[in-house]
T-cell receptor, first 112, second 108 residues
């Protein structure tokens, strides 16, 4: 199993550009999450999904959108990138409610 | 005040020392997680516990639900243990709440 994969690893965006961060898991997990991690801060939840077709907002959803059309994929869309979205983004998944989360390697995004 | 507080924020130890990292939380929880973030950025789950104590190799995690407190212990620390250790709590539902992490450096 590849586990949780994220692409790209690094990206530099100009203000106002858009992009999609890809996340795929091959463990047939129902629960998937997007977090951002700012320097020296804890992980903040952006969006999450408890199954295909179901998504919900986390703590910091503004400026982002998600979709979950399949169990495997959970892309995160940034529209009109802003410098405040400069961060490291982690995708994670788990099989059930009270189970450990498996994290992807992260995407380092810089908006200038 | 954060719902999850970790102490210390930074910890430097000599190889071989016994290390304790603490986590206090202010909400009722169903489970607590300890995670390790490597210097390269990758995050792995170390423990999930809802009561008592768990041990894996040189790592031990304990939780006291009544006192809303958990500790992560590392015995016979080694430079390869240098990482950020993150406490996260599972109040209810599908979401975790994370502490800000403890940066551990173990010197040879």
């Amino acid at each position: 199993n590849a586990g949780v994969t994220q692409t790209p690893k690094f990206r530099i965006l100009k203000i106002g550009q858009s992009m999609t961060l890809q996340c795929t898991q091959d463990m047939n997990h129902n629960y998937m999450y997007w977090y951002r991690q700012d320097p020296g801060m804890g992980l903040k939840l952006i969006y999450y999904s408890v199954g295909a077709g179901i998504t919900d907002k986390g703590e910091v959803p503004n400026g982002y959108n998600v979709s979950r059309s399949t169990t495997e994929d959970f892309p995160l869309r940034l529209e009109l990138a802003a410098p405040s979205q400069t961060s490291v983004y982690f995708c994670a998944s788990k099989t059930g409610l009270y189970y450990e989360q498996y994290f992807g390697p992260g995407t380092r995004l810089t908006v200038t | 005040k954060n719902e999850v507080e970790q102490s210390p924020q930074n910890l430097t130890a000599q190889e071989g020392e016994f290390i304790t990292i603490n986590c206090s939380y202010s909400v009722g929880i169903s489970a607590l997680h300890w995670l390790q973030q490597h210097p390269g950025g990758g995050i792995v789950s170390l423990f999930m516990l809802s009561s008592g104590k768990k041990k894996h190799g040189r790592l031990i995690a304990t939780i006291n639900i009544q006192e809303k407190h958990s500790s992560l212990h590392i015995t016979a620390s080694h430079p390869r243990d240098s990482a950020v250790y993150i406490c996260a709590v599972h109040p209810s539902g599908s979401r975790l709440t994370f502490g800000e992490g403890t940066q551990l450096t173990v010197n040879p």
